[in-house]
């Protein structure tokens, strides 16, 4: 059971989150809404390859933080394209997954954890980021597209 809700989270994420980003179109990727945050699109790609680390680091045992920089990816379009790359990358990785593997403990960098709750902590760091996504469009005169919650 909670293999399948994690896979659905992770799915439902995804088709809350594509839209969010497909809105970098509208927004220059380097404006930085807050002076000492990080440029809009530096935090996208933060939210991106985090996604890919933990679910790389679960499948394979492989925790090397993965690259990213604005100076890749240059472009809100190159951004998108690579949204779209990870969530595929993301749902194989998750595929290769079982609801055995829930329980099965990791030791990493920082404290031992199952599988189940490394892919929450996934999770809760991307909605973090998603939220602060929202926020930047916000003060950036951007309305961010409306998410359809449950309740």
């Given at each position: 059971?909670?293999?399948?809700?994690?896979?659905?989270?992770?799915?439902?994420?995804?088709?809350?989150t594509l839209p969010l980003i497909e809105q970098l179109s509208d927004v220059d990727i380097m404006s930085r809404p807050v002076a000492e945050g990080r440029e809009v699109g530096?935090?996208?790609?933060?939210?991106l390859r985090s996604l890919e680390f933990y679910t790389k680091g679960v499948v394979t045992g492989d925790w090397k933080p993965l690259p990213y920089n604005l100076e890749t990816y240059t472009t809100s379009e190159a951004i998108i394209q690579l949204t779209r790359d990870v969530f595929d990358s993301v749902r194989?990785?998750?595929s290769r997954l079982s609801?055995?593997?829930m329980k099965r403990v990791i030791k990493t960098s920082?404290?031992?954890?199952?599988v189940g709750e490394i892919i929450l902590e996934m999770l809760e760091h991307s909605i973090h980021h998603r939220g602060q996504i929202t926020v930047y469009y916000r003060l950036l005169g951007i309305?961010?597209?409306?998410?359809?919650y449950i309740v």
């Open positions: 059971m909670l293999y399948q809700l994690l896979k659905n989270s992770i799915e439902r994420h995804f088709e809350e530096e935090v996208v790609l933060h939210l194989v990785y998750t609801s055995f593997d920082g404290r031992p954890a199952a309305t961010p597209v409306p998410i359809s």
